[in-house]
């Protein structure tokens, strides 16, 4: 017994021990796949909203913690402004500055930029592990390392991780998975130590992304699931009571979040399961004390009492989001809600392209083959039914539905399905490599029992002869079968779980064949994961490229023109562009913008709309009164860009005509189709937009054919009366123009005024007749 002991807890430290460098090199996998942008490209901050977050993290690590919380940045939304400490989730960039603190104070001098590159494949190492442990709680340290390593390479999660892309989900997607991982793991011990631990990283997740909401909502419901099918325990009690008290204090402090945990109805399911929980462990504590008869008497005044108590509390919910008429749902909650809500209310939630709904080559080409070993991961969950697989089901499900509703939310899918694979393609190589163990040694017991058998029969006539000159007494006799009996192992009646797993043993041919091609499923996996990390995901979208016959053209006009209102433009001139570009003219020109991509004022965006949909002297007048001094365009006809501002055109039409009713997207529609040759409408061609995107183009072709919409333009020769051309980048990407001042329109006129009249050039004026225009 010792040397079986002793031999399994070898094996345990050896299997231990293996699982720690299989997650270390998982990890090295998780971290070096992110980096093909830095190899291809260079060190760079990736898309718009990541800039916005080094600049902040710019000012953390250069101001103070302090001067961050009470910073009011006037170089945004102009002439508004914007206070940054209470209107930023600020996880990402106190852990960005951290880690830069650390890494200066053991004199690695890092600049802020290279860890604000590298904090997301940082992360995405983190998450992998975090993934493991979720799935361990779940299935096994099997199913564990298997979701880790899909983890790792999902290309969805891939696509907001990659090295330079520094936003919110870098950090908040490890967040999450781990706060999953804290919750599930108190229901499995009932430790009271990790749901403090819970309640800590749900904090993190609420500093980190406005998605908290998703855990808010989803752990209730899955407490809610125990209670009805019930499946209550103190180790629920455990679970969830307290990470709804201390969870919705800590989230209470983060600035921008305040008092909107108790406040709107994002926050309210918990609190009403939360009073839930405490009436059926009432029901349970009375039923241990008293008698069945007492009992009954007791469960009618406590349901009764509960149920009041509910009631009352969501009349007092009722009451208190009576007064909005959203009744206390945010915009994109109640778009995830009503997928139509956004389109007929909201224009400017549904202009974002990732508030859009994916299409379906959207799943396979974010997570591939998971979507085949997701309905087998949940049917593996049902064998057996736990607290733990019950919840892993309710987040796949919940996903699911958010990931069809909003592209964006493909990220919290990807754990979820990552998860449920690994569980099933953990279970199915247990069954069949069980099965080629279980007929494999059966052939080689079967050729050592036979070649037993064989001496036993030769040596058998040798004892026959010996019998007669040595004969062993009955006490010797006994002894020796004693000792054999002693030496061989008693045989146990198989027991259940062993006849289930003979039962399911399959054909030897048929497990090596199937092993196989899970194999080949998992290699393809991997080969398309590469891929979307080196080419799809990996290239900034602030530095373009193409492959053509003559090798790979380089499109960086972005920051030539970033460089060109930096060095050409005054510190405090203010430049108008939609509001897609706001936070990188912020952040590389320096210069002060009128929108950005906060979109937190949705008038205030409606007026740069309206000005880009109306006449040229209208959108003067309109960008002067904001103390505009340049414009920025975004044209992709010479070069084939289709993210262009006239293929947003629409979206500032209909935004714009949200707030000022004389927009009217009609009026820019021919047929209802959108249009820009020359059958296009009259408001169209005369719109500030296509002047300003389409000036001077017929110069580059003599045709002005446009090749995002491949088509000649329809108004092809025109001037400029109140704007004027100050740089357009190399391939047109990019263009700038700087309103005229009024002198240089009334000029003339002043002049007319200081010049003498005479009683002839009088009558002269009497009969001629004024211009009405």
Known sequence: MAATDAQSSLRHAFGNVLVFFILILIGVLAFSIRLFSVIKYESVIHEFDPYFNYRVTQFLSKNGIYDFWNWFDDRTWYPLGRVIGGTVYPGLTLTAGTLWWVLNSLNIPLSVETVCVFTAPIFSAFASWATYLLTKEVKGSGAGLTAALFLAMVPSYISRSVAGSYDNEAVAIFALIFTFYLYIKTLNTGSLFYATLNSIAYFYMVCSWGGYTFIINLIPMHALLCIVTGRYSSRLYIAYAPFVILGTLLASLVPVVGFNAVMTSEHFASFLVFILIHVVALVYYIKGILSPKMFKVAVALVVSGGLAVCFAMVAVLIAMVASSPTMGWSGRSLSLLDPTYASKYIPIIASV?????????????????????????????????????????????????????????????????????????SQAFDVFTRSIKFQLPSLSVDSHVDAGGASSES???????????????????????????????????????????????????????????????????????????????????????????????????????????????????????????????????????????????????????????????????????????????????????????????????????????????????????????????????????????????????????????????????????????????????????????????????????????????????????????
């Open 353 to 425: 392209s990732e508030h859009q709904p994916p299409t379906w080559p959207s799943y396979f080409m974010d997570i591939n083959v998971l979507a085949f070993l997701v309905p087998a991961g949940i049917i593996a969950c049902f064998s057996p039914l736990s607290d733990a697989s019950s919840f892993v089901i309710l987040y796949i499900v919940t996903s699911v539905y958010f990931s069809g509703v909003m592209v964006r939310l493909m990220l919290v899918l990807a754990p979820a399905a990552c998860i449920l694979s690994g569980i099933a393609l």
């Open 459 to 773: 040596v058998v006539p040798d004892d026959t002869v010996k019998t007669d000159k040595a004969e062993d007494t009955p006490k010797e006799r006994t002894s020796k079968k004693s000792k054999r009996k002693e030496k061989e192992p008693v045989e146990k009646p198989p027991s259940k779980s062993q006849i289930k797993k003979r039962l399911s043993v399959l054909p030897l041919e048929t497990s090596i064949i199937a092993i196989v091609l899970l194999i080949l499923l998992g290699a393809f996996y991997v080969v398309h994961s590469v891929w979307a990390a080196a080419e799809a995901y990996s290239a900034p979208s602030i530095v373009l490229t193409s492959h053509s016959h003559d090798g790979l053209h380089v499109f960086d006009d972005f920051r030539e023109a970033y460089a060109w209102l930096s060095h050409n433009t005054e510190v405090d001139d203010k430049v108008a562009s939609w509001w897609d570009y706001g936070y990188q003219t912020t952040a590389m020109a320096n210069r002060t913008v009128i929108v950005d991509n906060n979109t937190w004022n949705n008038t205030h965006i409606a007026t740069v709309g309206t000005a880009m949909s109306s006449p040229e002297k209208a959108a003067w007048e309109i960008f002067h009164s904001l103390d505009v001094k340049y414009v920025l365009v975004v044209f992709g006809g010479l070069v084939g860009y289709p993210s262009d501002d006239i293929n947003k055109f629409l979206w500032m039409v209909r935004i714009g005509g949200g707030v000022f009713p004389h927009i009217k997207e009609p009026d820019y529609l021919r047929d209802g189709q959108y249009r820009i040759d020359s059958m296009a409408t009259p408001t169209m061609l005369n719109s500030l937009m296509y002047k300003l995107s389409y000036y001077r183009f017929v110069e580059t072709d003599g045709k002005a054919f446009d090749r995002v919409r491949r088509t000649e333009i329809g108004k092809k020769h025109f001037k400029l009366t109140h704007f004027e051309e100050v740089f357009t980048t190399h391939h047109w990407m990019v263009r700038l123009y700087k309103l005229k001042p009024p002198k240089n329109r009334i000029r003339g006129k002043i002049k007319k005024t200081k010049s003498k009249s005479t009683p002839k050039t009088v009558s002269k004026r009497k009969g001629l007749k004024r211009n009405p225009f």
